[in-house]
């Protein structure tokens, strides 16, 4: 039986790859172990749902800060992902199980007892399924919907890459409220950071969104440190405004294990500040760039100013 708390056997296909360096945080970077009232509160009711979060399974650093809040990143469609990008935690493989058609009441109950204004719903990779799991989003948003019918929902999807192109379509009919799907990096590293998916793939998936329903906010974000250069962060913003992306979010990669691709630098706050200033100067209606930036951090309040930032721009607040 497979151990996923076994780094060989969470990650088999880095298990013998050589050890990177794994450089020492600046000041910046550190944050407060996970605790609270409110951290048990959350940790409980997930688990009482039988239910994963990206939180833990990519080890994100903020996980004590938004735990204690109350919010969480759930994450579907197993824990095992059929890519195995450099940079990831979450476990890769042949996932062990089909998908299970009880999981999206499950996400919805959770939903509704944590009392979320703002729900953020991931998932891994499940390229062994005919539809990537565009059905599997499309109930879980429905039956959040029916749950907690004032809640707003954020998906951040995988790319469909070896999908038909209509299954996009599912998951848009069921409207989310923001749809999210990361590039992560560069064009020029994706051979060595993200090897299993597409660059323009990726955003013209996001693009079609737009053009399915215009209505929905797209959300698209990249990590810095991985051994990109500034143009390239300056470039990939105009790429993403070309595809009409609504929000972008900018963090800094933190190295996992040695196994994991190398930390290229710590890149200091004030460049953060500097591409978050650039980011809306190319007409981004929301921005967030901090080294502790990740897909769902304070997504609810972020949600929030990107309505309201909408609404401004077309004369209706």
């Not at 239910?51 to 204690?68: D, F, Q």
Request: some cysteine; proline content about 7%; glycine content about 6%.
């Amino acid at each position: 039986m497979r151990d996923l708390n076994i780094p060989g056997e969470r990650h088999p296909e880095k298990a013998h790859k050589p050890d990177n360096a794994q450089p020492r945080k600046p000041s910046w970077i550190r944050v407060k172990a996970p605790q609270g009232e409110g951290y048990t509160k959350t940790r409980n009711i997930l688990r009482e749902n039988s239910l994963k979060t990206v939180c833990e399974e990519a080890a994100c650093p903020n996980a004590g800060e938004c735990w204690s809040q109350g919010h969480a990143t759930m994450m579907i469609m197993g824990e095992v992902c059929t890519r195995a990008c450099s940079f990831c935690n979450i476990a890769t493989g042949k996932p062990p199980e089909a998908l299970d058609a009880f999981e999206p009441g499950r996400v919805a109950d959770a939903v509704q007892k944590l009392g979320l204004n703002h729900v953020v719903i991931t998932s891994v990779d499940r390229d062994d399924v005919e539809d990537g799991g565009a059905e599997h989003f499309a109930q879980t948003i429905r039956a959040i919907r029916h749950r907690a019918p004032n809640t707003t929902i954020e998906i951040l999807t995988p790319d469909f890459l070896k999908c038909d192109p209509s299954v996009l379509e599912i998951v848009v009919d069921a409207k989310p409220d923001v749809f999210n799907h990361n590039l992560e990096t560069v064009p020029g590293l994706y051979p060595e950071v993200r090897a299993g998916a597409r660059y323009f793939h990726s955003l013209r998936l996001l693009q079609r969104v737009k053009e399915l329903d215009p209505s929905i906010f797209t959300k698209s974000g990249i990590m810095v440190g991985l051994g990109e250069d500034k143009m390239g962060v300056l470039q990939v913003m105009d790429d993403m405004r070309a595809a009409d992306i609504d929000f972008l979010t900018i963090g800094q990669y933190l190295q996992p294990t040695p196994k994991h691709h190398a930390v290229d630098r710590f890149v200091h706050p004030d460049e953060f500040a500097a591409y978050e200033t650039a980011a809306y100067g190319k007409g981004f209606h929301m921005v967030s760039a901090t080294p502790l930036t990740r897909s769902s951090y304070h997504a609810g309040d972020d949600f929030e100013r990107l309505r309201a930032a909408r609404e401004k721009k077309l004369g209706t607040a």
